[in-house]
């Protein structure tokens, strides 16, 4: 199992900026893909981005040009640099990791996009 702590949400004007982190502890060495899913009220939760461990990286076409994922595999610790933000991107944004059998998620952070 992998456990997940989220920080760095918050409430952003539009246009500002926004960087979530995602420490990972416990079976580390078992996940090969980690990401970052958010869910808005009333919404399903959609993909916002992931990076396999090989460095690829997708990300959703909402947030191509805006949004960049990143990890820094000492710290085991995932990163999700947030630009020019819009009152679209308002959700609850959830850390995942993929351990093959099994998929991990953190808590869940707030952010809010609003002037």
């Known amino acids: 199992q992998v456990q997940l702590v989220e920080s760095g949400g918050g409430l952003v004007q539009p246009g500002g900026s926004l960087r979530l982190s995602c420490a990972a502890s416990?079976?580390?060495?078992?996940?090969?893909?980690m990401g970052w899913y958010r869910q808005a009220p009333g919404k399903q939760r959609e993909l916002v981005a992931n990076?396999?461990?090989?460095?690829?990286?997708n990300y959703a076409d909402s947030v191509k040009g805006r949004f960049t994922i990143s990890r820094d595999s000492a710290k085991n610790t995932m990163y999700l640099q947030m630009n020019s933000l819009k009152p679209e991107d308002t959700a609850v944004y959830y850390c995942?990791?993929?351990?093959?059998?099994?998929?991990?998620w953190g808590q869940g952070t707030q952010v809010t996009v609003s002037s």
């Open positions: 416990g079976s580390i060495s078992s996940i090969f893909l």
């Open positions: 995942n990791a993929d351990r093959g059998w099994g998929t991990d």
């Open positions: 990076i396999h461990n090989s460095g690829r990286t």
